[in-house]
């Protein structure tokens, strides 16, 4: 573990307990090895989150776009990489791959935010404190910002309850959880792989709430589409985009 030029790695052991029926590391997975390795940096160079708590901040997650480039497999070992990008304004811009026997298996591009607390405001980059190497971004497959097309129309397919297996200690749904929500609503995934997934974080499902899951499936492409919906007056909590291939 360490910082290598301008990237922080991490080497891990897929668990066994992350994959699906298929054996391959589960949507959801992926981007919890991608995220930790990019915990791990901050957590490295003083930052993390007691640190952030402590001064009244905490980073939040706005954009996030993984590819999949190949299958992931239980006990297979594998890098996390990942680094800081040019960044301008309140956006914290950041990337992440996932290596398997010297090539990229997943690659992600990445938008945070650092939150104050107490004037309810985002912090400039600039004044954050936060000081990393930086690197180019990377390109990918999967789009950094979507827009849900209107047909063909989103339909409700069921509801999801923020509760103890979901949420992490800020008490709301943490992010990496969401990929496995959505595909629990898909057909079987059996014989299939996610290739490339993008979601628009917008507002958190906190623990008890109740969200409504809406989804539809764009024909050309074959990607799904999800928004959920939180509360009476129904506010969009995050916005998808999942675009699976055959093993």
């Known amino acids: 573990m360490g910082t290598v030029d301008f990237y922080f790695e991490n ?10 029926y298929n054996n391959i590391l589960r949507p959801s997975g992926v981007l919890r090895y991608l995220q930790e390795t990019a915990n791990l940096q901050i957590e490295d160079a003083g930052f993390g989150y007691d640190f952030c708590k402590s001064m009244g901040k905490a980073f939040v997650l706005s954009r996030v776009a993984v590819e999949l480039c190949e299958p992931i497999y239980a006990y297979e070992k594998i890098i996390g990489r990942t680094w800081a990008c040019p960044c301008g304004g309140v956006s914290f811009n950041r990337c992440s791959c996932l290596m398997k026997d010297g090539r990229v298996a997943a690659k992600l591009s990445s938008v945070w935010a650092l939150l104050d607390f107490e004037s309810k405001t985002l912090v400039r980059v600039a004044d954050s404190g936060l000081v990393l190497p930086r690197g180019e971004p990377l390109v990918l497959s999967a789009p950094l910002k979507f827009r849900i ?6 339909k409700e397919a069921g509801t999801v309850k923020a509760g103890y297996s979901v949420c992490d200690r800020n008490m709301h749904i943490n992010n990496t959880r969401y990929p496995d929500i959505f ?9 299939k792989r996610m290739a490339q997934l993008s979601v628009s974080y917008l507002k958190e499902g906190h623990l008890g709430e109740e969200m409504k899951v809406y989804m539809a499936q764009e024909e050309e492409t074959g990607a799904w589409f999800f928004r959920t919906e939180i509360g009476q007056d129904r506010q969009t909590g995050v916005e998808a985009r999942l675009l699976l291939a055959d093993l």
């Open 11 to 20: 080497g891990y052991d897929v668990n066994s307990h992350d994959c699906d």
């Open 149 to 154: 097309p209107k047909t063909p129309s989103l």
């Open 183 to 191: 595909c629990d609503f898909l057909p079987s995934l059996e014989g």
